[in-house]
């Protein structure tokens, strides 16, 4: 069946560049999705990429996609405390469901 | 628009006892779905509805039933709880198509706790 990984944690300076990672097993995924959550709140989309693109960039955030290696990652450039949360990636194929990864807690140090 | 609202906010429940965890929304989503949240497991999908009278499992259905008899309300019911139930429920709509900017909207959650 699908699947979603990501790492646990992440952790980074304030300034710097966090990248989070995600890897997929669906081949047949059409639309991957970044959301963050904040603590005590429910999922915000935060970006999407279509199967077909490699790269989509939106102001701080940049969505890689290695679909050869069903790679994901997104990079958030000047990563503020305010960016602190949990990301997580989904995929999504031609049954409309909406497939989680675990979550990457992202923790911002200044 | 309120959006995706969900009640209760925090709920204790003894092993046995029965609940509904309620969910609503105000802007005519044809599909709502419930995910559960558990540490290191990301988001789970229980049930799903793409519109009203019609419903479907999701990956982790045992243990819930959910009705759809209106376009705005999509109840999940525990019928006897169990402590592998304690979870963060969430309630999710989104308009019917595939469109990614037809993306989901996730209510605040309800943290239960099943002792």
């Known amino acids: 069946g699908e699947d979603v990984e990501q790492s646990l944690f992440l952790s980074v300076r304030e300034g710097d560049s966090s990248v989070i990672n995600c890897t997929y097993t669906?081949?047949?995924?059409?639309?991957l999705y970044w959301y963050k959550q904040e603590p005590g709140a429910g999922l915000q989309l935060l970006t999407y990429i279509f199967s077909n693109m490699d790269m989509k960039q939106d102001q701080r955030l940049t969505v890689l996609l290695n679909k050869k290696d069903k790679h994901l990652s997104l990079r958030i450039a000047d990563t503020q405390t305010g960016d602190s949360a949990i990301y997580f990636c989904?995929?999504?194929?031609?049954?409309?469901?909406?497939?989680f990864g675990t979550g990457t807690r992202l923790q911002v140090f200044p | 628009n309120a959006g995706v609202t969900q009640t209760p906010k925090f709920q204790v429940l003894k092993t046995g006892q029965s609940m509904t965890l309620q969910c609503a929304q105000d802007m005519n989503h044809e599909y709502m779905s419930w995910y559960r949240q558990d540490p290191g497991m990301g988001l789970r999908l229980i049930h799903y509805s793409v519109g009203a009278g019609i419903t479907d499992q999701g990956e982790v259905p045992n243990g819930y039933n959910v009705s759809r008899s209106t376009t705005e309300d999509f109840p999940l019911r525990l019928l006897s709880a169990a402590p592998s139930q304690t979870s963060v429920y969430f309630c999710?709509?989104?308009?019917?198509?595939?469109?990614?900017?037809?993306?989901?909207?996730f209510g605040p959650g309800t943290r239960l706790l099943v002792l």
């Open positions: 989904a995929e999504s194929s031609f049954t409309d469901k909406l497939i």
């Open positions: 669906d081949s047949s995924s059409t639309y």
């Open positions: 999710a709509s989104r308009p019917s198509g595939r469109s990614p900017q037809e993306t989901q909207y």
